[in-house]
């Protein structure tokens, strides 16, 4: 096993201890600070006092979920949107929910990065039709991103904070059947082959999101339609597949990831 | 944490060990175990004794990546493909790569089944043009399937069975140039977005893996082109992005995950 190294990093921020458990991405003695916009390393015992991380551990810990949610929503989640590919034309910045784009007077929205936080993107104003988790990075063109060919999106109509557990702390339990019956499987980890896992089906009838954020999808490879699975919506509890999103027809499930932040 | 459970599973298989170790799935006393094609629990030290698994662990560790490629090659890794979607039409079972499609006497593949082991798929004959990573499961119609809007395919016209390391074994070196130049990361996990891990840029210049099977995307979440980085193809070696598929025009990398067998 390779050791649990430092990843790059210099903002004490919310992101970080997350960052800092899962990472095994190794600042090395020979890396060059300056190239390609990485940061030095930020030492360990400091980067784990973060007051943000500290902050977000208590308030999971003692008050629960609604309490994590405040301080999750108090934490800044930052989007960067453009109406033209290639982070051209019109740009505006977004740091809590989009009901509808053409309110912040974009026809359509081309190009996004996101600099922090996980989002969710919708095809249709009001968080509705197909749903996409977008994470941290830079997606320079809607048309090589949104849908696949026989489900393309022509775009995204509105767009909202996610509020994710730490990695380690995600937890969810898929059913068999609808309503939490029949078999049964307990994930706190990712799986882009459920088949390959053992569960015996390509589908997933109902699931209870016990912490954390979770993207299940159509098809091995975490491809084909998505639906996002959170926590303190629902109650974390979504019995039948009408409940995954409005856009949803079948419960063909083969893959599910915690959603990173 | 969750304690490390039994998946579902009774074949003594090749698959049973990374499984097992992967595993949180968890078999529960109330599941009805002749529901949804689910198959009665093995005991972890006979799951655990799988001539199998024990030949690949001492393959690995003796003999270095030939022997295990050997050893994985004659392992069962099943596909089966239709002519028609939802697994209609003509039908036809592979065990080992194919070149191409039409010499199969298919004019298109429509659906397929991946019974066991990952499998690459490919947009032209002879293993050329887009790559697609196929773990097992379901892909009922190549038209929800098969690429972007942007980068759509018609066809999947050749394929063949990917070599993996257990998940726990597998290991990369990603740098920020070419030729293995630059700040560099190691990794050994799953990254659905390098940036939010703090890779400072949109971009991975070269590879090394070092064990096992790779996927990297061009975008967070596992998204737009797959480039699949094999340990034991260039010898791990991928200096420049010229050398990740005849397909590929920018390296522009966003995600990476190991590939799941």
Known sequence: MLREALPFGSTLGPLLL?????GTLQDTPDADAGGLGAEPAVPEEVAEKAPSSQLRQLAHRHCGVSALRCVLSCMPQQMVVWDEAFFQGRKKEFTAECYDVRECGFQTVRSFKIESGAWAGFEH?????QQFVLERGEYPRWEAWG???AYHVERMSSFRPIACANHRDSKMTVFEW??????????SDDYPSLPAMGWGS???SSFRAHSGAWVCSQFPGYRGFQYILECDRHAGEYKHFREWGSHVQTSQ?????????
């Open 125 to 129: 104003v009001g968080f509705q039709g």
């Open 253 to 261: 499930v083969q893959s599910i990831r915690r959603i990173q932040q």
């Open 202 to 204: 390509s589908a997933v």
């Open 147 to 149: 849908g696949r060919h």
């Open 18 to 22: 997350t960052r800092l458990r899962l």
């Open 178 to 187: 609808e309503n939490f019956l029949g078999r049964k499987g307990e994930l």
